[in-house]
């Protein structure tokens, strides 16, 4: 039989599905991020168990145990720190500064726990960089600027 008439699969065009990316470093978590993941873990194998019983499409499945094993993983490497002590922006610190002339207010947690929209940033974004070690009256670099960041007030999540 000549190829042209060949019937082809739909796999065979569809854009391959890769692991989600496990963010680079130590998977530093805060006791809320430790519940957050612990929570995550939990919805997707309800997720995938309910799936099973209503008899998903293989797609369907796929998509739902590759979330798994990232939050699986996410789950076993986590490193749940103790609160945050001492008056310097660190890990599991809440930091008000000043940018540029305006006021902002973020915690600084761990990558999966980290919501910019609610003010909660990843530790190693660059913002949390610029402020891990300073204190209150402290003045920092950031984005090449000297002094560009003044830090307000920190205090213990």
Do not use: C
């Not at 991020?33 to 796929?62: H, P, R, S, T, Y």
């Not at 000043?98 to 999966?112: C, M, P």
């Not at 002094?147 to 307000?152: F, H, K, Q």
């Amino acid at each position: 039989m000549s190829v042209a008439f060949r019937r082809e699969s739909d796999d065979e065009h569809l854009e391959p599905k890769f692991e989600l990316p496990i963010p680079p470093g130590p998977n530093l978590v805060t006791e809320r991020g430790a519940k957050l993941i612990a929570e995550k873990v939990a919805e997707i194998e309800a997720a995938i168990a309910q799936a099973a019983k209503d008899g998903a499409a293989e797609d369907v499945m796929k998509s739902l145990k590759r979330d798994l094993r990232y939050w699986h993983t996410r789950h076993a490497t986590m490193d749940v720190q103790s609160p945050a002590q001492g008056d310097e922006a660190a890990f599991g610190t809440r930091v008000r500064y000043r940018l540029r002339g305006k006021e902002a207010e973020v915690s600084i947690v761990g990558d999966d726990e980290a919501d910019p929209a609610a003010g909660l940033i990843s530790f190693s974004s660059p913002i949390a960089r610029a402020l891990i070690g300073a204190g209150e009256g402290d003045v920092a670099d950031f984005g090449g600027q000297a002094d560009a960041i003044e830090v307000l007030r920190v205090e213990s999540l």
